[in-house]
């Protein structure tokens, strides 16, 4: 980075602002797919729209000059909560039967219905 930013600059960057989208649509999309399957469509959209959108926040910090520690961290634990959660919910829906890794899961799924 050659400029020199404060801290609430950098919070406002549009590859952070990107991520910040980023995170919402994830954490929506798991909200549907937990909460709502019959809304499969629209979380899948939303979930793909969060993958998509990977490429323009790293395309858009480049392009500006918009490069900082802060947007590398939340771009990659954005990727890893993502894939962990989608991970976490097909387990939910399709894992073995036979084994309870992922107790707390089917609590929660169990309560809420």
Request: hydrophobic share 40%; proline share 2%; net charge neutral.
């Amino acid at each position: 980075m050659s400029k020199s930013y404060s801290t609430n600059d950098v919070l406002l960057f549009i590859p952070n602002l990107i991520g910040y989208s980023r995170v919402v649509a994830s954490l929506f999309s798991f909200f549907l797919m937990i909460f709502s399957p019959d809304q499969w469509q629209l979380a899948t959209a939303t979930y793909l729209y969060s993958f998509a959108a990977d490429l323009f926040d790293g395309m858009a910090a480049r392009k500006y000059d918009q490069c900082s520690s802060f947007g590398g961290l939340l771009d990659m634990v954005t990727d890893r909560c993502s894939t962990l959660g989608l991970l976490f919910i097909l387990y939910g829906e399709y894992g073995s039967t036979d084994h309870d890794h992922f107790g707390f899961y089917r609590l929660v799924r169990k309560n809420m219905k």
